[in-house]
């Protein structure tokens, strides 16, 4: 019998990272399915014009039953929060559990600048980099859209970045728990591209695992 069907959706912005530097080299894909969870950890689009294409794209997997007929619990990591989120709110009832984990923060100004010139700088255009850097707690996502969250049944994590940094702010998953009330903040760690991340491997997979389960 499958476990139960999880999706992993990597972090990066636009040609940054893949799901082999996030899922697979760390070593949370193997520890998942040892658990005995059913994981597909598919790559983002590479270079997308838009956040609607990537949640097309990821909708268009929910649809064709490759996870089975079970809901499925979306993992989110990073920038795929948006990605996650926006996915959870289009497809809810395909969606038994959402974690938005290590959330990269919206609407700081000093952030975004940096971000959008790294866009820019891996090929984007203007127009491409600021429709993906728009948004408020969340890229690409308003705070009312988080906030209808709570009516959509699924039940939703959040998981910080412990240390916090620039990029993926503590302010970011407080504000997440504020718009969600019901949401359930799950034990922090670094990002699993970070090379301190290493020691948490165990800790993220038993507390996925659990999440999912």
């Known amino acids: 019998m499958k476990g139960a069907p999880v999706l992993l959706i990597h972090g990066g912005l636009w040609d940054a990272t893949d799901s082999e530097l996030f899922w ?28 609607s294409q990537e949640v097309t794209e990821f909708g268009a997997l929910l649809a064709s039953g490759l996870l089975g007929p079970k809901p499925v619990t979306l993992v989110g990591a990073s920038n795929g929060c948006t990605v996650a989120a926006l996915l959870a709110l289009e497809c809810p009832t395909a969606i038994g559990r959402l974690l938005l984990a290590w959330p990269a923060t919206g609407g700081d100004p000093e952030v975004n600048a940096w971000a959008r010139a790294g866009l820019i700088e891996r090929g984007a255009t203007p127009e491409i980099a600021d429709g993906l850097l728009f948004g408020e707690t969340l890229r690409g996502v308003t705070d009312a859209q988080v906030a209808s969250l709570e009516l959509t049944g699924v ?46 491997r165990d800790q993220l997979v038993a507390t996925l695992h659990e999440f999912a389960s």
């Open 24 to 51: 697979y080299r760390p070593g949370i894909m193997a520890g998942l399915e040892a658990t005995g969870l059913t994981v597909e950890a598919p790559d983002r689009p590479r270079q997308p014009a838009s956040w």
């Open 155 to 200: 039940l939703v994590g959040v998981l910080p970045s412990v240390p916090e940094n620039p990029s993926h702010q503590r302010k970011t998953v407080d504000e997440l728990l504020r718009l969600v009330p019901s949401a359930v903040e799950l034990p922090g760690c670094p990002e699993p591209p970070r090379a301190d991340f290493a020691p948490y």
